[in-house]
């Protein structure tokens, strides 16, 4: 298998984890109530983590698999002019 796919699929299963982190953090302080009980930026950490982490952190996020992914399908491209293969 060529390199390029098993980026493809390498960066599919790092994102998945990441998005996944990033959209259900808020389990983690049902998980571990010890949690709860921190201040951040004056609000109380079980709401504020899991918003900033659900909009920032997915922003954040998103952009790098855009940034990676974009590359990849230029290698990939690239790949296939060279081996001939007709879009």
């Given at each position: 298998?060529?390199?390029?796919?098993?980026?493809?699929?390498?960066?599919?299963?790092?994102?998945?984890?990441?998005?996944l982190?990033?959209?259900?953090?808020?389990?983690?302080?049902?998980?571990?109530?010890?949690?709860?009980?921190?201040?951040?930026?004056?609000?109380?950490?079980?709401?504020?983590?899991?918003?900033?982490?659900?909009?920032?952190g997915?922003?954040?996020?998103?952009?790098?698999q855009?940034?990676?992914?974009?590359?990849?399908?230029?290698?990939?491209?690239?790949?296939?002019?060279?081996?001939?293969?007709?879009?």
């Open positions: 298998m060529n390199s390029a796919y098993k980026k493809e699929i390498r960066y599919t299963l790092i994102f998945s984890v990441l998005l982190i990033c959209g259900h953090l808020g389990l983690l302080f049902v998980a571990f109530p010890s949690l709860q009980n921190k201040m951040v930026f004056g609000f109380p950490s079980q709401y504020i983590i899991p918003v900033l982490m659900g909009w920032l997915l922003m954040v996020v998103v952009y790098f855009a940034k990676l992914c974009n590359d990849l399908d230029d290698e990939i491209e690239a790949l296939n002019d060279s081996t001939g293969h007709i879009r």
